[in-house]
């Protein structure tokens, strides 16, 4: 499994795309996150950068599980990105269908 590493940098450099430590990251076989969370768009509250982490997570979470094999050998998508820039439809009907198998905290218990 491949390591992944989630990065949230602030100010002034909230790009961390090409930070030394995403570089350095990747030279050692991350996978780096660094959602944007200072771009013009973004609504800037605690609130909004949870949603946003738990979304990049989520698409992570279901584009590692999508395939499209019987032997789950050959992924549904090449990257997380082609995932994230699928149809809208069919992305939300995979994301809600993995949502559906989870199993909660409160169904562990019983």
Do not use: C
Request: hydrophobic fraction near 35%; charge should be positive; aromatic fraction near 10%.
């Amino acid at each position: 499994m491949r390591k992944v590493a989630l990065i949230l940098h602030g100010w002034p450099q909230h790009r961390a795309g090409g930070h030394f430590l995403s570089m350095f990251l990747k030279a050692r076989g991350y996978k780096v996150i660094t959602p944007d969370l200072f771009g013009r768009s973004f609504s800037f509250s605690p609130e909004a950068i949870h949603g946003e982490i738990k979304e990049e997570l989520n698409n992570q979470k279901v584009w590692r599980s999508t395939y499209i094999d019987k032997n789950l050998k050959e992924r549904g998508y090449s990257s997380v990105d082609e995932f994230k820039d699928a149809h809208p439809v069919v992305r939300n009907q995979l994301i809600d269908a993995y949502r559906a198998l989870e199993i909660g905290p409160e169904e562990l218990k019983n």
